[in-house]
């Protein structure tokens, strides 16, 4: 007897029927860093995507209970790195010189994290309020005059902000939303908190340049959803809301920062539909397009384990540069562990002393990149620049980057 074929999975946001199309499982919870081998729980996840007929939404098909994703312990800090400390700064100011004209202001901020984007916020004396349940936002070391509500934004939470603070002017929201699989709630959190007028700024990770580029390790848990404007488009309409504005953003490879505001309130700009134009072309709502990706992301994982066990078999050293969550997904998926990799170099101390969730990599300061390896591979490639110049004595010394999206390449000359 034939066994009926499961239905296919519906889409979360708007029920549609979901095409699986890329399968990068199993794996850790990607923040999890365990002491040592003990503490590593074995939880694993399928780490599946599929891409919504209808809506266009691309999503994980399986779902990690939040409280195991952001624990006291999640290790992501903002401020870790230079170049995001100097965009956050930058986005506040246009935040705030948005705000200006208005009276008495006030801006949430959803995922608030350490407090450096309010810290801009809290010394123009703009009322505001981050919302935010990790550890980094409950930190009294966050900065003076940061006011934050230390919880998950969701409906009620919104509605507590609303009747606490009253009317949001802007709601602001990066690398965040996109990690909260229940978006439906989100979206009426926002129709609660927000101001006729107001409007609902979030920046994430571009689909778009994810596919371009081949940024399979943009994948892991907590990016439940991969944003496009086609599909956040839809998103906006379905809870009363419009997309009227994307910019795109330098940041982590390549971000749109979305404006949506309550549907009648502002014209759309001429941006949307070039770039609804692009994604078309593109195929971002065609599961074939994931299954090429697919094909893609096997190539890497086979060139970087073989370059990698070849360099093993000549007696090279190699070690890690950052243990992004990135990183995770990357091990993870290509069965690089400590003997491929002895230990991974990370600048987050919370991080140092630890290992890779999964693989179990050692984690260790960025002084134990002394004396140099012959090789290091660089998974924060997002920040590229910066680490290669702070570690430009490591190349100066004959020492080679590995990097491995768009596709495995050896860089720096050895003389
Ligand atoms: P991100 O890609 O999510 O921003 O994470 C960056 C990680 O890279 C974080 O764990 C800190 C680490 N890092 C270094 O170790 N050295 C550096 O110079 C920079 C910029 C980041
Ligand atoms: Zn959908």
């Not at 801009?120 to 004396?125: F, H, P, R, S, Y």
């Not at 997309?243 to 941006?271: F, K, M, N, Q």
Request: aromatic content about 8%; overall charge negative.
């Amino acid at each position: 007897m034939d066994a009926t074929p499961p239905p296919p999975p519906s889409c979360r946001i708007c029920a549609g029927e979901v095409t699986e199309c890329l399968d990068l499982g199993p794996q850790p919870v990607s923040s999890g860093y365990p002491r040592e081998p003990e503490e590593d729980s074995g939880y694993r996840f399928r780490l599946a995507v599929g891409v919504c007929s209808s809506c266009g939404m691309v999503q994980q098909l399986e779902e990690i209970p939040p409280t195991r994703m952001f624990g006291g312990s999640y290790p992501f800090r903002t401020s870790t790195s230079r170049h995001m400390e100097a965009h956050f700064r930058d986005t506040a100011d246009r935040l705030v010189r948005g705000l200006r004209g208005q009276r008495d202001p006030f801006l949430v901020e959803i995922g608030s994290n350490d407090g450096s984007l309010l810290r801009t916020v809290a010394e123009a004396g703009i009322r505001h309020l981050g919302v935010d349940p990790s550890s980094a936002a409950a930190s009294p070391d966050r900065p003076a005059g940061v006011r934050v509500l230390v919880d998950f934004f969701h409906e009620e939470t919104a509605k507590a902000v609303r009747d606490e603070h009253g009317e949001a002017d802007l709601v602001y929201s990066a690398n965040t939303v996109s990690h909260i699989s229940d978006l439906g709630s989100v979206m009426r959190g926002l129709d609660a908190v927000l101001g006729r007028d107001g409007l609902f700024v979030c920046e994430d990770r571009y689909l778009a340049d994810i596919v371009r580029n081949t940024y399979f390790d943009q994948i892991y848990d907590e990016h439940f959803y991969l944003f496009s404007v086609r599909s956040v488009q839809a998103l906006a309409e379905r809870f009363g809301f419009t997309l009227v504005d994307a910019e795109h953003l330098g940041v982590h490879g390549g971000s749109l920062r979305y404006t949506i505001a309550r549907r009648g309130t502002r014209e759309v700009s001429p941006v949307i539909p070039a770039l609804l134009a692009e994604e078309h072309a593109l195929g971002l709502g065609d599961p074939s397009t994931y299954l090429r990706f697919g094909d893609r992301v096997r190539g890497i994982r086979d060139g970087l384990v073989g370059l990698l066990r070849e360099l093993a078999g000549q007696g090279a050293s190699v070690v890690g540069y950052a243990a992004t969550a990135k990183s995770a997904t990357v091990l993870n998926y290509c069965g690089i562990g400590p003997e491929l990799l002895p230990f991974i170099c990370d600048s987050t101390p919370e991080k140092q002393g630890r290992l890779s969730p999964g693989t179990l990599v050692p984690i260790r300061s960025p002084e134990a990149f002394r004396p140099y390896p012959d090789y290091a591979l660089l998974f924060a490639w997002n920040h590229a620049e910066e680490i290669m110049a702070k570690e430009s004595g490591f190349t100066e010394a004959g020492g080679r980057w590995i990097t491995y999206v768009p596709e495995v390449r050896v860089t720096g000359a050895r003389s």
